[in-house]
């Protein structure tokens, strides 16, 4: 259980670098983190990182298709923390 808490937090603290990484990039005009990039860590179970990047550097908020791409991931996430929690019982 040990290991799973330090995976979690480790993507998650690998994720918001990158996003605020990514933000830094755009502001510059310079070679930017994929988004895939982004979603892949999110999936991964970074998406807390990243929805605290995206509030915190107000980065990708104002991008629709990104919301909604990452919305999907929440609802997937979500359904199978769900899931998971029901077949214990």
């Known amino acids: 259980m040990e290991v799973l808490l330090l995976y979690f937090l480790l ?4 994720v918001f670098i ?3 990484y990514d933000k830094s990039q755009a502001r510059k005009n310079n070679r930017r983190v994929p988004e895939k ?3 892949l860590m999110a999936l991964a179970g970074g998406s807390p990182g990243l ?3 995206m509030l915190l550097f107000k ?8 919301i909604v ?6 609802v997937i996430q979500a359904t199978l923390i769900f899931a998971f929690l029901n077949y214990k019982k």
């Open 69 to 74: 791409k990452f919305a999907v991931i929440l």
């Open 11 to 14: 993507i998650n603290i690998l």
């Open 59 to 66: 980065h990708k908020t104002s991008k629709t298709s990104f």
């Open 51 to 53: 929805l605290t990047a």
């Open 18 to 20: 990158f996003a605020g």
């Open 37 to 39: 990039t982004l979603f």
